[in-house]
């Protein structure tokens, strides 16, 4: 029963409906401006999670009605809709926007509108899973999933705030910045909250929570009982209980679910016409819900150690929205409340969700007349509390912080984009700036420079060691990642200030080192070289550069076991080899091998000789292909760095 107000929210008109089972065509108003009818959602409970518990990878998601995907549709059923109705009048311009519009809308439009919808959805979802888009989900990382996931899970749990505190005449919110226009809406009316309402609200989250925590949370208690204690059947078996004995609604004024139609839908075909008209639109949804479901399940994957494959999760969900649509339904995607109740209480499998349906099922049939006096209150405090792990997955943002800065934004702007904008905007901005942070680690992949552990032979480590020692006139390089037209340019340039900054510390003369085209370095390096000369080489140099000179001083220190000081030429062993570590390169592009290619033949004029260690099958097959290797001897390609110092 909870799961269906999470379809949409109470808005400030209600919907009058035609009951079609009444012979004298009687009306029968029903809340929701979003739920076109409340035995929709239940069959969207219902029918859905049939085709999806068969099909589907994850043991834990299950399918249903969700709040910002229902909006969603409310949104598309209304502008198409008021389409079709300006078409009919033979008008240009649609009925205006707003609420007096929408509930004079006909029926028969809106729910031809909405099966076509959820067709249509359906089909977007197995389009894109059998043409294996499901890789795409690589790029809904942990992070960004978690950001996500609470962010929508405060969606939901805002949406039960005013059934909880049983206000009347909140305006409802759509597109950015809706949930702080909400809040502030609540807070300027929260003097109007129904008391009564409140108290049965609260009475039922302290039962929920108390049992939660000190029940089927504590492993003592567990150890003794095993199975989980079904606290949230008995809430809605007493709370209707105690709303027929005490008369909540008419006494006290609590509101009732009341309406609870019985009996199945005949199978109905959508109208095939609509489609071409609601299909660019309906795109957008498909992939926000999806986003949610495969979001969801990767959360509970992750959660139980197990792994699911997107594509088949992309193809159960479209195939349940497509069984759907012929029998009313409104799109399901992942269900997060009824996923986060079903898991609470233990369960494992999809055999949880088929159990669910069965119960369904016998609601729609024969017992959802005696859920009428069920107070709405009850079902928001089901939802609120069961959704209280997914909202402390905020706290996430600690442990990320001190592990990846990165990766705490991610978190921190896919968050936040969520709850200020919108779950479509919030989803669409968290990817867009994840594929940001990745295009940026690739393009400004991190290059170590290399040198030998001291007092060892074959042992390699970044110099930030301090037990490292940089090889006497070899340069070392790794760099993690590809290398291609994003970052090639930037690898090269530091692999040229290297070699710049070696012959300007032989030169004795040091100044901010550009980065230099071909020609440029040829004059630096012919003007500037100097031959070695002895033994007497300096151990530690400590370069000063005074801000007011256009000179430097270069202070030379321990030299032959004595202090000295002096502005000249400092001895030193030039530069000889350069040794490209490509253990860590998983490919090389065309630009990256170009940019390799001029490197070499810049090197190779001035007698330096480029080595490649640690090369892959892959990437030695490009160098080749390239024409790299050809600028260089078959001895320069070394199976280890080591390997390579020890021939240099």
């Known amino acids: 029963m909870a799961y269906g107000v999470l379809s949409g929210v109470e808005p400030i008109n209600g919907l009058y409906v035609q009951n079609k089972n009444s012979h004298r065509g009687g009306r029968e108003k029903l809340h929701g401006r979003y739920k076109l009818l409340f035995v929709f959602r239940r069959y969207a409970s219902f029918f859905p999670v049939l085709i999806y518990s068969c099909l589907c990878t994850s043991q834990h998601a299950s399918v249903g009605t969700f709040a910002v995907t229902s909006l969603m549709t409310g949104g598309i059923v209304h502008t198409v809709g008021a389409e079709m109705i300006a078409h009919r009048n033979h008008t240009e311009t649609p009925v205006d926007n707003g609420t007096a519009t929408f509930d004079k809308m006909p029926l028969d439009i809106r729910l031809q509108v909405t099966i076509a919808v959820t067709l249509a959805v359906g089909l977007w979802q197995v389009l894109m899973g059998v043409f294996r888009l499901g890789y795409l989900a690589v790029f809904l990382s942990d992070h960004l999933v978690k950001g996500f996931t609470c962010a929508a899970a405060f969606h939901v749990f805002t949406s039960q705030v005013k059934l909880v505190f049983g206000i009347q005449g909140l305006e409802e919110r759509y597109g950015p910045l809706k949930l702080v226009y909400f809040y502030i809406d609540f807070f300027s009316k929260i003097s109007q909250t129904h008391v009564p309402t409140l108290i049965v609200s609260l009475i039922c989250i302290t039962i929920l929570y108390l049992t939660r925590v000190l029940v089927n949370q504590n492993p003592r208690v567990m150890k003794i009982i095993r199975v989980p204690f079904p606290i949230e059947l008995l809430v809605i078996i007493f709370g209707t209980l105690a709303s027929y004995e005490l008369d909540l609604e008419s006494e006290w004024g609590v509101k009732t679910v009341q309406n609870v139609p019985t009996g199945l839908p005949a199978p109905v075909l959508p109208h095939y016409s609509i489609i071409p008209e609601i299909l660019g639109r309906t795109f957008s949804l498909a992939i926000v819900a999806s986003a949610v479901l495969i979001s969801l399940a990767k959360i509970f994957a992750t959660k139980h150690n197990y792994k699911i494959d997107a594509n088949q999760e992309l193809i159960a969900i479209g195939a349940s929205n497509i069984f759907g649509s012929f029998f009313l339904c409104i799109p399901a995607t992942g269900a997060l409340a009824r996923s986060a109740v079903q898991e609470s209480v233990g369960g494992s499998t999809q055999m949880v969700s088929l159990v669910s349906a069965v119960i369904v099922l016998i609601v729609l049939v024969a017992l959802g007349r005696f859920l009428q006096p069920l107070p709405k209150a009850c079902l928001g405090a089901i939802i609120m509390v069961a959704l209280i792990n997914m909202l402390k997955g905020a706290l996430e943002v600690r442990n990320l912080w001190k592990v990846s800065l990165i990766d705490a934004s991610i978190f921190m702007v896919t968050l936040l984009a969520t709850l200020l904008l919108d779950v479509d905007y919030g989803l669409a901005i968290g990817v867009l700036y994840s594929l940001l942070v990745f295009a940026f680690r ?194 320069n390609f070394m199976s280890s760095v080591s390997d390579a110092i020890d021939e240099l």
Do not use: W
Request: net charge neutral; charged share 25%.
């Open 442 to 635: 690739m393009q400004y992949g991190r290059v170590a420079v290399l040198g030998r552990v001291r007092g060892t032979l074959d042992e390699i480590k970044p110099l930030e060691d301090p037990m490292v020692d940089e090889v006497s006139g070899i340069k070392i390089f790794r760099l993690h990642g590809p290398l291609y037209s994003g970052n090639a340019e930037s690898f090269v340039a530091k692999i040229r200030k290297a070699m710049i900054s070696n012959v300007r510390v032989v030169s004795s003369y040091l100044s901010p080192v550009p980065e230099l085209e071909a020609t440029e370095m040829d004059e630096t390096m012919t003007s500037g070289q100097q031959p070695s000369s002895g033994n007497n080489q300096t151990e530690i140099t400590v370069v000063t550069r005074r801000q007011d000179q256009a000179t430097d001083a270069v202070i030379n220190i321990v030299q032959n076991n004595s202090l000295l000081t002096k502005a000249g030429p400092r001895q030193a062993k030039p530069l000889r080899a350069i040794i490209i570590d490509c253990s860590a390169i998983n490919f090389i592009d065309v630009v990256g091998t170009e940019k390799l290619l001029r490197l070499v033949n810049e090197c190779n004029k001035k007698g330096i000789r480029v080595v490649f260690a640690a090369c892959s099958d892959s990437v030695r097959d490009i160098l080749y292909l390239s024409g790299v290797a050809a600028a260089l001897p078959e001895e």
